[in-house]
């Protein structure tokens, strides 16, 4: 299925490709929710006769949407999300198939001796023209309510290209989708109650940023813990937000400072413990986060300052750092050097990375919803996660 035919044969894929390109929806949290909600009615009004076309139109709605804006990891990996657990709902399928079709066979020999007396088995063999394996297949083959095979030379191995016949997988999979938004959407509740875990009173916090995540991890340890908060501003592309966070930390009785990112290396041997947000989590455990990033990290290592960094599983994507410079994306430089002084400009090639790159090696700690866990371990939860045909959409 074509680029053309997936934005013609879904008008609410094709909204969410130009929300995405306009970056009307950005930001992990939101990308994810509006795509599994567009997955969600994609499923709905998708019809196959096998796994296989539904996979196929799944994978090409992914790649469609992931085209249209490659530096939000989230959505590729809402859509790994369902290819799994479109798989893992049709393998269940085929094993309740599977013992049916073994209580039939068993019920029907114990259930007439007789006749296995009169008729010898290879009588039986003879009278029916067909190997004992092709008869079983076929009646399996009927009780999923699927044609019976004309001839052993038609069989399939068992797999993905069966097809499900009058298995109804729809209301599964829309309900296991749904269960994929319900957890989304409590996902920094998950996250903020490991928070009396990890803080301890009278210790020194330092952030950067505004994630939304690291601030409820914060506010719901302070209504037990007495800390304080040193906030780097991240200028210059998240300085309204840091400021604007470090107000409501404030408001909640957090003792909290806004720092300069050039003051960050000399209070760096104050501070107790990092804590960071997270765009993306790579395949690697590096993360692609806010700019500036890297230089707390990196100062966290040299001061042998613990660095945890809080972000839901929907964060986790098998891609690997392989081309950092299409993973880095840059913003507009008016932040940093402004359009009015035109005769600097001219002469100047000034660039402003939105995004930051971490190595895995300076990261102690991620705090998901499902617990904490060392870089070493992400790649288990991501084998639990995603399956490995659906790294590249």
Same mark, same amino acid.
């Given at each position: 299925?074509?680029?053309?035919?997936?934005?013609?044969?879904?008008?609410?894929?094709?909204?969410?490709?130009?929300?995405?390109?306009?970056?009307?929806?950005?930001?992990?949290?939101?990308?994810?929710?509006?795509?599994?909600?567009?997955?969600?009615?994609?499923?709905?009004?998708?019809?196959?006769?096998?796994?296989?076309?539904?996979?196929?139109?799944?994978?090409?709605?992914?790649?469609?949407?992931?085209?249209?804006?490659?530096?939000?990891?989230?959505?590729?990996?809402?859509?790994?999300?369902?290819?799994?657990?479109?798989?893992?709902?049709?393998?269940?399928?085929?094993?309740?198939?599977?013992?049916?079709?073994?209580?039939?066979?068993?019920?029907?020999?114990?259930?007439?001796?007789?006749?296995?007396?009169?008729?010898?088995?290879?009588?039986?063999?003879?009278?029916?023209?067909?190997?004992?394996?092709?008869?079983?297949?076929?009646?399996?083959?009927?009780?999923?309510?699927?044609?019976?095979?004309?001839?052993?030379?038609?069989?399939?191995?068992?797999?993905?290209?069966?097809?499900?016949?009058?298995?109804?997988?729809?209301? /599964?999979?829309? %309900? !296991?989708? *749904?269960? #994929?938004?319900?957890?989304?959407?409590?996902?920094? $509740?998950?996250?903020? =109650?490991? &928070?009396?875990?990890?803080?301890?009173?009278?210790?020194?916090?330092?952030?950067?940023?505004?994630?939304?995540?690291?601030?409820?991890?914060?506010?719901?340890?302070?209504?037990?813990?007495?800390?304080?908060?040193?906030?780097?501003?991240?200028?210059?592309?998240?300085?309204?937000?840091?400021?604007?966070?470090?107000?409501?930390?404030?408001?909640?009785?957090?003792?909290?400072?806004?720092?300069?990112?050039?003051?960050?290396?000399?209070?760096?041997?104050?501070?107790?413990?990092?804590?960071?947000?997270?765009?993306?989590?790579?395949?690697?455990?590096?993360? /692609?986060?806010? %700019? !500036?990033? *890297?230089? #707390?990290?990196?100062?966290?290592?040299?001061?042998? $300052?613990?660095?945890? =960094?809080? &972000?839901?599983?929907?964060?986790?994507?098998?891609?690997?750092?392989?081309?950092?410079?299409?993973?880095?994306?840059?913003?507009?430089?008016?932040?940093?050097?402004?359009?009015?002084?035109?005769?600097?400009?001219?002469?100047?090639?000034?660039?402003?990375?939105?995004?930051?790159?971490?190595?895995?090696?300076?990261?102690?700690?991620?705090?998901?919803?499902?617990?904490?866990?060392?870089?070493?371990?992400?790649?288990?939860?991501?084998?639990?996660?995603?399956?490995?045909?659906?790294?590249?959409?």
């Amino acid at each position: 299925m074509s680029t053309i035919n997936v934005e013609h044969t879904y008008p609410a894929v094709s909204s969410l490709i130009a929300d995405l390109k306009s970056r009307k929806v950005q930001g992990p949290f939101a990308v994810a929710v509006e795509t599994a909600l567009v997955m969600r009615q994609v499923i709905s009004q998708t019809r196959w006769s096998t796994v296989d076309q539904l996979i196929d139109t799944v994978r090409a709605v992914g790649s469609t949407l992931v085209k249209a804006q490659p530096t939000e990891f989230s959505c590729g990996n809402i859509i790994r999300r369902i290819l799994r657990l479109i798989r893992e709902e049709y393998q269940e399928l085929l094993k309740t198939a599977d013992e049916n079709e073994k209580l039939i066979v068993s019920s029907s020999n114990s259930s007439s001796p007789s006749q296995k007396r009169d008729i010898p088995s290879n009588e039986k063999l003879v009278q029916s023209h067909e190997p004992v394996s092709v008869q079983m297949y076929s009646s399996m083959l009927n009780l999923l309510g699927r044609p019976t095979l004309e001839s052993p030379t038609h069989s399939k191995t068992v797999g993905d290209s069966r097809v499900t016949g009058g298995m109804d997988m729809r209301a /599964v999979i829309i %309900s !296991g989708i *749904q269960d #994929v938004i319900d957890e989304l959407d409590k996902i920094n $509740t998950d996250i903020e =109650v490991q &928070s009396m875990d990890h803080l301890h009173s009278n210790e020194i916090i330092l952030t950067q940023g505004c994630s939304k995540t690291v601030e409820a991890f914060l506010r719901f340890a302070a209504k037990k813990r007495k800390f304080s908060v040193i906030v780097a501003e991240g200028f210059p592309n998240n300085q309204k937000g840091s400021h604007a966070m470090a107000k409501r930390l404030a408001q909640a009785g957090i003792d909290t400072t806004v720092i300069s990112d050039a003051t960050i290396f000399a209070i760096m041997s104050r501070v107790n413990k990092v804590i960071l947000g997270t765009h993306a989590i790579l395949g690697n455990g590096g993360l /692609v986060t806010y %700019s !500036g990033a *890297q230089l #707390v990290a990196q100062a966290a290592r040299h001061h042998a $300052t613990p660095v945890v =960094v809080c &972000s839901g599983i929907y964060k986790l994507s098998p891609v690997y750092p392989y081309d950092l410079e299409s993973i880095i994306q840059l913003s507009s430089p008016d932040k940093i050097m402004s359009f009015n002084e035109g005769d600097l400009i001219s002469r100047a090639e000034i660039l402003n990375p939105y995004y930051d790159y971490i190595p895995p090696d300076l990261v102690d700690l991620f705090i998901t919803n499902l617990g904490g866990y060392p870089p070493s371990y992400l790649y288990r939860i991501m084998n639990d996660t995603y399956d490995a045909s659906d790294t590249i959409l």
